[in-house]
Nanobody, 123 residues
Framework: QVQLVESGGGLVQAGGSLRLSCAAS????????MGWFRKAPGKEREFVAS????????YLSDSVNGRFTIARDNAKNTVYLQMNSLKPDDTAVYYC????????????????WGQGTQVTVSS
């Protein structure tokens, strides 16, 4: 089992920044690719970013590319999502997830999920 706890969400004005953290415990963190997903009210859960277990490879969705970055610190068992130039459309609950294997964009490939952290961007 891998336990994931997200933090860092909150209310921010459009154009502002937030950094989300996801702390992992349980099995060896460096064995898992990590992903960030988000779910807005009335919308499907969508892929935001993912990073390989080594941190060498990362992917971002088109909607956040150029504004968000994903990083991980395997010594701290933590993955981060730095969110800059936030827009009201970024408002959602953000979830981190862990997967054995490559850094997937398909949420069905992820085995473990956190409880989520709310991000609200006001206009």
């Amino acid at each position: 089992q891998v336990q994931l706890v997200e933090s860092g969400g909150g209310l921010v004005q459009a154009g502002g920044s937030l950094r989300l953290s996801c702390a992992a415990s349980g099995r060896t963190f460096s064995n898992y690719a990590m992903g960030w997903f988000r779910k807005a009210p009335g919308k499907e859960r969508e892929f935001v970013a993912s990073i390989s277990n080594t941190g060498i490879t990362a992917y971002l969705s088109d909607s956040v590319n150029g504004r968000f970055t994903i990083a991980r610190d395997n010594a701290k068992n933590t993955v981060y999502l730095q969110m800059n130039s936030l827009k009201p459309d970024d408002t959602a609950v953000y979830y981190c997830a862990a997967a054995r294997g490559p850094a997937y964009s398909d949420d069905g490939r992820y085995d473990y999920w956190g409880q989520g952290t709310q991000v609200t961007v006001s206009s």
